[in-house]
């Protein structure tokens, strides 16, 4: 069960298509231990009913404040909640609170709570770059809540693009981290101390995420299964541990990113390779964790490609720069290279392979973690070694994504490179 167990949630759901995704958000929540409140809109009754809501949250949920009036329901409603989703908001609904409008229970209700607030987004991408919608979404930022999304994907109208409601795993797995550093404030205040010693403090991490994507014409590319949850912890875990600033190098990342992170976007091998040249000098630690492509094709068709009358098809490919050698064999006083090898082969033969990578690479780090169908990927959990250049194994880490990124943060903090110099 959560270290927030019995915290009571007020979960606000409004009419986007994505409305059924909240029914999961709930169960999650009750799962591990909160009490759930929905509050829908009519239009969210719309695409899930009252019913649903009713039984997986274990309350009465209504759309009217006037049908509680007696008890003020909308008042005690909002007083009692520890915490605030809005699990799809639409476009209408931030716009709504952005404005103060309260005219229905949610809106009502939204108004009277005092408690950290999390929004999670869902529409279509034209909808989410509206310049109205960009100017609500700023003003709710800027009065501190939190957004969760929304991230890129498939979208209902069978276009592709910003605006999709993050997986509600991933809504629950944020709101968990975010909604337990507010309720800790002692632990804060002591975390505040610890960071101003943290060995990061000063200093500039950067950490690569997600999949390259090699195109062969303009509609298909080239790619791997990486999602970017391991490299989106990482930069949590580095911020967390108190570095100055850290810099997300999103490649093609399916989850949202971290509050608090720079983000620089790119999409092929070599675009990544261009911002981490431009990012080197400027950097204390960098930790490539997207997976990248080996081999890119040869040539870019400006056209679709089309299918022919034979049965085979043939794509020739080109040797990508490999990224960690080249960053690797450049001068780096000071700074902490880390490399991620991402392996099927298991046990001795897999860390035998690390040795010999992390030997050729010239990094400083290295993760090893075995993937494979079952592993790595995704929202499944991670298993890894952290050895050095002498192929001594510094730690190992298993479980979440968050467990395993704390874990790896905290060996590159000890890293005689980065203690020496916090401490002189
Ligand atoms: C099938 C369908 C799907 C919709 N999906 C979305 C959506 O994902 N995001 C959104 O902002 N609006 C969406 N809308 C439009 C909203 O339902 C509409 O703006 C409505 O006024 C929202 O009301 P509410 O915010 O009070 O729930 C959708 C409408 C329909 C009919």
């Not at 989703?85 to 108004?111: C, E, H, Q, R, Y």
Request: negative net charge.
């Amino acid at each position: 069960m959560s270290q927030s167990a019995s915290a009571s949630v007020l979960v606000g759901v409004s009419g986007g298509i994505a409305a059924f995704k909240a029914v999961t958000v709930v169960r999650l929540l009750k799962k591990a231990g909160y009490d759930v409140y929905v509050v829908p809109t009519a239009n969210a009754l719309r695409m899930v009913g009252a019913a649903t809501w009713e039984a997986v949250s274990g309350h009465p949920v209504t759309v009217d404040p006037f049908t509680g009036a007696a008890d003020s329901l909308h008042v005690n409603l909002g007083k009692q909640a520890d915490a605030v989703i809005l699990v799809p908001a639409t476009a209408n609904l931030i716009g709504k609170i952005s404005n103060g409008i309260a005219d229905d229970m949610l809106t009502t209700t939204f108004l009277t709570a005092t408690c950290p607030v999390f929004i999670c987004p869902a529409m279509h991408t034209q909808m989410w770059q509206a310049p109205a919608v960009k100017e609500n979404v700023a003003k709710l930022r800027a009065r501190g809540y939190h957004f969760i999304g929304p991230v890129s994907g498939d979208l209902t109208s069978g276009d592709s693009g910003e605006g999709r409601l993050a997986e509600p795993e991933e809504i629950f797995a944020r709101f968990e981290s975010q909604f337990r550093s507010h309720t800790h404030s002692e632990t804060e205040a002591t975390n505040a101390d610890q960071l101003a010693d943290s060995p990061l403090r000063d200093k500039h991490v950067v950490v690569t995420a997600g999949g390259t994507r090699e195109p062969i014409d303009p509609v298909r590319f080239l790619s791997n299964r990486s999602s970017g949850r391991q490299g989106a912890a990482l930069a949590e875990a580095a911020l967390k541990a108190g570095a100055q600033k850290v810099t997300l190098v999103n490649v093609n990342m399916e989850v949202p990113l971290p509050e608090g992170v720079e983000e620089v976007k790119v999409s092929s091998t070599l675009e990544l390779e261009k911002a981490l040249d431009e990012l080197f000098d400027s950097l204390d630690v960098l930790i490539m964790c997207a997976a990248v492509s080996d081999y890119r094709p040869a040539v870019v068709s400006e056209e679709k490609l089309k299918k022919t009358a034979s049965d085979t098809f043939s794509l020739e490919l080109v040797k990508n720069p490999d990224l960690l050698a080249q960053l690797g064999a450049r001068p780096r006083e000071g700074k902490v290279l880390v490399g991620f090898a991402a392996e099927t082969a298991g046990g001795q033969a897999g860390l035998d392979f690390a040795k010999r990578k992390i030997q050729a690479k010239q990094a400083d780090l290295l993760v090893y973690n075995q993937v494979g169908n079952e592993q790595g990927f995704g929202d499944r959990p991670n298993q890894v070694q952290v050895i050095n250049r002498q192929g001594e194994i510094l730690g190992q880490a298993a479980g979440s994504k968050q467990l395993v990124a704390e874990k790896i943060i905290e060996i590159i903090i000890n890293q005689s490179i980065l203690k020496d110099a916090a401490s002189s």
